[in-house]
Structure formats: C-alpha cells, structure tokens
C-alpha cells in the first residue's frame, strides 16, 4: 500500500494496546495477531488515536525527537503503510 502525506489515517477498532515490560503491544481481537512496537513506533501509534493526516504525524515526529525531515517523512510513511497493510491502521481518506 503506498500512501501520502495528505492522507489521512486512524487505528482500528480491531486493535487492543497495552503494556508488557514496558513496551506497548498491540493485538488484533479478530485474527489474534500480535505486534510489539519500539517507542517510536508507540508514539506514532499514539498519534493516530484520532484521525490525523500522515503529515501531521510526521510533524509530532519531527517536533518529539531529533530526526531530520526526509528521514521521518519516509519513515512515517512506511511504518503506517505496514500498519495498514495489516489492517491496524484505517486509510480515511487517500
């Protein structure tokens, strides 16, 4: 799945978070599939707890660590797109 900075994305309702030594985890209740994220990847996550375009969670990304803006852009771009693939992520808009 390619996607845009335009686009806009949310989690799925199919997703249940929480903590495991100190980590956020993630599992589908449909398919029991489970995914343990990095913190960037929890922060990313936790971004898209209400919609947002990709470009304003790449501007969360970029305000949050030390990152330049290509890298995060391609970054934020693949992580959601895998996310999406999978079905945690819903594509809003495209």
């Known amino acids: 799945m390619t ?3 335009s686009d806009c994305v949310k989690q799925s309702d199919t997703i249940m978070t929480g903590e495991e030594n100190g980590q956020t985890v ?5 398919n029991g599939g489970y995914i343990q ?3 960037i990847g929890a ?5 898209i707890e209400t919609e ?3 470009a ?3 501007d969360a990304m970029l305000a ?9 852009t391609k970054h ?6 895998e996310l999406a693939g999978g079905g945690a992520v819903i594509v809003v808009s495209e």
């Not at 949050?64 to 995060?72: A, K, S």
């Not at 934020?76 to 797109?81: H, S, V």
């Open 76 to 81: 934020c771009l693949a992580f959601l797109a």
């Open 37 to 39: 994220l990095d913190p």
């Open 43 to 47: 922060a990313i996550w936790s971004e």
């Open 64 to 72: 949050r660590y030390n990152v330049d803006e290509e890298t995060c």
């Open 26 to 30: 993630m599992m589908d209740i449909v």
């Open 56 to 58: 304003e969670v790449r």
């Open 3 to 5: 996607l845009k900075l």
């Open 52 to 54: 947002k375009t990709i």
